[in-house]
């Protein structure tokens, strides 16, 4: 089992829809967890960090976190084309001093 | 705030020949350097982490006498891939974090598409 994995996608919303972005992890002792946001050929950007369990909103973006669970997911409101790319899951565990462990990824195609 | 240069951000050069990627934190003092490959259409590999005035640790199955990690100063480090050979052309990420208020969070920079011909 990967300590870290998301949908196995790819993942295809119409424009205007919800895209919904689910990751789950191992170590339950994890304390951050990050959405990334990679465009093809591109590094990875910040798109959220959750630390708390609950709801964290910015602009369209809504990140879900249950440590009882032990998942983590991402909701993109009204997505646009310019959604697309691929998503990736982090989770800093304790034991790791501030490594991230990533998931392999959800692409995530916003179709006009 | 919290950004990562690196430079180049592309290079070509001959096998045999070695490749200096360099990687800055422009705005905060990092204490811990990370640096990824990332071949295409794959993930993130880690290849090693790196805290300022010490040795870096490297991930299993990475070569730490071909990949030269130096990380000098709280605002630079350095991957040097050495007698670069075709199968080590690829795209390397590094990113940096830095204590509170940042805390943890990772943040990247552009990366750096090596191409060993």
């Known amino acids: 089992q990967k300590e870290v994995e998301q949908n196995s996608g790819p993942l295809s919303v119409p424009e205007g829809a919800i895209a919904s972005l689910n990751c789950t992890y191992s170590?339950?002792?994890?304390?951050?967890f990050f959405w990334y946001r990679q465009y093809s050929g591109k590094s990875p950007e910040l798109i959220m960090s959750?630390?708390?369990?609950g709801d964290k909103e910015d602009g369209r973006f809504t990140a879900q976190l249950n440590k009882a669970s032990q998942y983590v997911s991402l909701l993109i409101r009204d997505s646009q084309p310019s959604d697309s790319a691929t998503y990736l899951c982090?989770?800093?565990?304790?034991?790791?001093?501030?490594?991230?462990?990533f998931g392999d990824g959800t692409t995530l195609t916003v179709k006009p | 705030g919290a950004v990562v240069s690196q430079h180049p951000s592309w290079v070509i050069c001959k096998s045999g020949t070695s490749v200096k990627i360099e990687c800055r934190s422009l705005d905060f003092q990092a204490t811990t350097m990370f640096w990824y490959r990332q071949f295409p259409k794959q993930s993130l590999m880690l290849m090693a982490t790196s805290n300022e005035g010490s040795k870096a640790t490297y991930e299993q199955g990475v070569e730490k006498d071909k990949f030269l990690i130096n990380h000098a100063s709280l605002t630079l480090s350095t991957l040097t891939v050495t007698s670069a050979h075709p199968e080590d052309s690829s795209f390397y990420i590094c990113?940096?974090?830095?204590?509170?208020?940042?805390?943890?969070?990772?943040?990247f920079g552009p990366g750096t598409r090596l191409t060993v011909l």
């Open positions: 170590d339950r002792v994890s304390q951050s």
């Open positions: 990113s940096a974090s830095a204590p509170p208020p940042l805390g943890d969070t990772q943040y």
């Open positions: 982090a989770v800093n565990m304790r034991t790791n001093a501030g490594k991230s462990t």
């Open positions: 959750i630390y708390s369990n």
